[in-house]
């Protein structure tokens, strides 16, 4: 997204002024110091980004709402304690949440983040001069956040070694889809539940839920028979290429500053096998990601502080953006039976990562019955 | 049955509301005014003794403490702030200025957010990679 300048914001539109939100007056949301002429003075106290918890902003009429939040997978980050807990060791968690606060906190939404401003970790600025926004841009919100791997590969930024372009997801183009065609208002806001994953619970948003598509064995689609059905998720036959990152580290400079390195991403397209295999996910083969972590990611923080790494893979269950009708795997049987390029063998996996990536290999590439 | 009986019984046969206008109206009545008669007596037509009142409890004044604490002199006065549960209010109350004329004023004009506002010193990215 292009960036504001730093006068973009904090413009206030006018017609802000003539909408609800604008009765309760600026200080009682953001504090400051009011009746001066005085900008120091002034913005003493102010605070930009208020608290979804604070009744006397947010919580004042959304209730519901905001309170679901403080447990959503976008406020609280269960998602990542969820994964560095179970790859560490509980004597380590402290010195583990000193890395996570330097470099992981600010990745988290509030209810401005999405409906005032940008996040704050793209720097912030106000959208629409302070206009609350019912349904958030996504190119100013969601991909400010999610932007080197769903962005690029649901707009069709990524490019292939070959040269040209991985196409754009047909939700997006030609349908045209925002994010929120999906990924609804009670996802977001955490009104469904508390999660420990955003794969935890029901695969919400479905392919098959009301309203989208209606698949079931006989329909017109040659492959779409019950053994097909029962083994692969959607995405293993209908997404294409998708981005892989390895090997990311965190540290921070002498003065305190944090930064990160990570390799150059690969794109590449691995049917494994389900590593969150239940009732809501029942598929025996998904697509699988690689995530950026590596076993000593957090080195600069302390020795060995993912102890247990190998306790979950490193190849991880992913649901890609990149949807395709017809794919290279679903083009011909042959093109996906009897292919190990299509699937996740020990020659994809990096050799210190074998052990973490055991239950996710596929040993026997499936051949044509 | 009696012959005025018989004669309500019927009339409510042919009409239920005929009580407002027949023989039970009539008898409703009485009653009526002998009990209000009887009522007003007890309660206040009777004539009164001579009562002569007598001089008024001082009346209860309200007193908050301030912070530095007085000493009561007058013990006519009560402490209502000691009836209530709660501390009565300091005399030294932040109070907030919540007048924003000025925050609107700056933020809305913009050839003003552009004189003022302060772009960010531009830092050498240390990050290598994608996000």
């Known amino acids: ?369 | 049955m009696p012959e005025q009986a018989w004669g309500i019984w019927s009339c409510y046969q042919v009409d239920p509301n005929c009580f407002l206008g027949g023989p039970m109206r009539r008898t409703s009545l009485l009653v009526v005014l002998v009990v209000g008669i009887g009522a007003a007596y007890m309660t206040g037509c009777a004539p009164r003794p001579d009562v002569t009142p007598g001089a008024p409890p001082p009346t209860p004044v309200t007193r908050i403490r301030s912070r530095v604490d007085e000493e009561v002199d007058d013990q006519s006065l009560v402490d209502l702030a000691s009836r209530f549960p709660l501390s009565a209010p300091a005399g030294d109350v932040e109070v907030v200025n919540l007048d924003d004329s000025q925050c609107i004023a700056c933020h809305t004009d913009k050839q003003a957010v552009q004189d003022l506002a302060v772009e960010p010193e531009e830092e050498e990215e240390l990050s290598e990679g994608e996000g």
């Not at chain 1, 609280?76 to 583990?96: C, F, I, K, N, P």
């Open chain 1, 1 to 369: 997204m292009p960036p504001l300048e730093a006068w973009e914001k904090v413009f206030i539109e006018e017609s802000f002024l003539a909408g609800y939100h604008a009765r309760f007056g600026c200080i009682a949301c953001h504090g400051g110091t009011g009746g001066t002429e005085e900008m120091d003075v002034a913005h003493e106290g102010i605070v930009h980004d208020p608290h979804p918890s604070n009744s006397e902003t947010c919580q004042l009429c959304h209730a519901e709402i905001s309170t679901a939040h403080l447990d959503s997978l976008h406020w609280d980050q269960q998602g990542y304690m969820t994964v560095l807990s179970e790859r560490s060791a509980e004597s380590d968690w402290d010195q583990l949440m000193v890395a996570f606060d330097n470099h992981c906190r600010e990745c988290h939404a509030s209810c401005g983040q999405c409906h005032i401003s940008r996040p704050a970790a793209n720097d912030g600025g106000l959208l629409r001069g302070h206009i609350p926004q019912k349904q958030p841009p996504m190119n100013d919100t969601c991909t400010g956040c999610h932007g080197s791997r769903v962005n690029d590969e649901y707009k069709g930024k990524n490019e292939m070694d070959e040269g040209g372009r991985y196409p754009a997801d047909v939700h997006y183009n030609p349908g045209g889809m925002s994010c929120f065609a999906c990924h609804t208002e009670e996802e977001m806001h955490g009104t469904e539940g508390d999660f420990d994953h955003r794969y935890d619970g029901e695969a919400n948003p479905s392919c098959t839920q009301p309203g989208c598509h209606t698949v079931s064995a006989g329909d017109d689609v040659e492959q779409h028979d019950e053994v097909h059905l029962a083994q692969l998720s959607c995405q293993a036959c209908h997404s294409v290429a998708y981005k892989h990152c390895y090997n990311c580290h965190v540290q921070q400079t002498e003065d305190g500053r944090p930064y990160y390195r990570v390799d150059p991403s690969q794109m590449a397209f691995k049917i494994g096998r389900n590593p969150l295999q239940s009732p809501e996910r029942p598929w025996e083969y998904v697509p699988l990601r690689h995530v950026p972590v590596a076993r000593d990611s957090f080195a600069y923080y302390g020795e060995d502080l993912l102890f247990n790494f190998d306790s979950r893979p490193t190849w991880a269950y992913a649901t890609p953006h990149t949807i395709q009708r017809v794919t290279p795997q679903n083009s011909s049987c042959d093109a996906c039976h009897g292919n190990p390029d299509v699937f996740l063998t020990e020659a994809d996996v990096l050799p210190e990562e074998m052990a973490a990536n055991e239950s996710v290999i596929v040993r026997d590439v499936p051949t044509l019955p």
